[in-house]
């Protein structure tokens, strides 16, 4: 079967602290260097969510561009843009806000949204040089 991908870019700009609250300040510093401090710092971070599948013979399209740009806007911009990850989303309140849990939470996010039959990836920039992404495997 003949599979495309399509993709779709999006940005975000948060707020996060890097901390683990069972570790003393000290062990922090150590781990997480200045993404440990206390009165937060913000990223520019980029996300490109890529939806692989068949090409609908109707339609000529895998996904619908329109729809993946609204539900990538309604579940990850207006929930995360300007926002500070550690207190103002449900998820990080427990969970550090690394570009990895990021990125799964964005992935699980979106993942219901979409048509099962397609295969959901999610690719996430913290800078230009450090990206991370995250298919859904062992979900
Ligand atoms: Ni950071």
């Not at 913290?126 to 995250?134: A, G, L, Q, S, Y």
Request: with cysteine; aromatic share 8%.
């Amino acid at each position: 079967m003949m599979k495309v991908t399509v993709s779709r870019k999006a940005q975000f700009n948060a707020a996060h602290r890097l901390y683990n609250s069972a570790w003393s300040d000290e062990r922090n510093d150590e781990v997480f260097g200045k993404c440990n401090n206390p009165n937060f710092h913000g990223h520019n971070y980029t996300l490109t969510v890529s939806v692989k599948g068949t090409i609908d013979p109707e339609t000529g399209y895998v996904m619908d561009m329109k729809v993946l740009k609204e539900l990538i806007h309604e579940h990850v911009e207006k929930p995360f843009d300007h926002r500070n990850l550690n207190l103002d989303t449900e998820e990080f309140k427990t969970l550090n806000p690394t570009a990895e849990n990021i990125v799964v939470v964005i992935w699980k996010r979106l993942r219901p949204n979409i048509n099962p039959e397609l295969e959901l990836k999610v690719l996430l920039h913290e800078t230009e040089r450090n990206f991370v992404e995250f298919d859904g495997e062992g979900v």
